[in-house]
């Protein structure tokens, strides 16, 4: 039994038809799908876990017409449960069926980078998942970032950590503060962030500590 890890790029058909105007991906920082549910009536319910502005998501969401139900839960100020239920479309049901009749199981969560590119971990038979990076539809962008004997998983990290400490980590790898040698510093970090120093090292430092604690599955 092999672990897939892939990264999908949806064509336009597949995405949810998210309004003009709206500035949802930079009010969202992380996404994280955890558990999903197609229904017979041609409905589809999912529960996501969202690091990010609610006020602006679930505004955007209220103008999406696929949609046909939706809850909010806090977790925390940054941090959300979102239960949906959608309507599903002739393209995505040409997705799911690329899993379908096989030996594969799709494990959570699906990580949505931002509204077309979801990345995803599949386990199963290592000629299934062959055939499911095959299948996929022609439009359907894949990369295939790993395959190999199935690895623990880390779980959510959007629960684990908040927003601001989530940005932190973020803007530290993309500056270079993680590099070896380190390209960037703190100071950099600090100035990108509109913080002190000691703020920026504050919250790397606990978003570091739950990202180590995710690893270990604590």
Known sequence: MKSLDVTVRLPPAMRLPIPKGSDVDDAVEREEMVAWHARSDGAVSFLSVVTGDLGVVRET???IDPVRSVEYAAIDDDTFYVYAELEATPADVALWET???RHVVVVPPVVYLDAGTVRLTVLGDPADLRAVVADFPDDVGVEIRRLSEHRHLAGSLAGRLTRR???AVRVAREVGYY???R????????????????????????????????????
Not at 188 to 216: I, N, P
């Open 61 to 63: 969401v209220e103008a």
């Open 99 to 101: 899993f379908e009749d």
């Open 165 to 167: 400490q989530l940005e």
């Open 179 to 181: 590099e070896v040698p």
């Open 183 to 218: 390209e960037g510093s703190l100071t950099e970090v600090a100035e990108t962030l509109d913080c002190s120093e000691s703020a920026a090292s504050t919250l790397l430092r606990k978003g570091q500590r739950a990202l180590v604690d995710a690893a270990f599955g604590r």
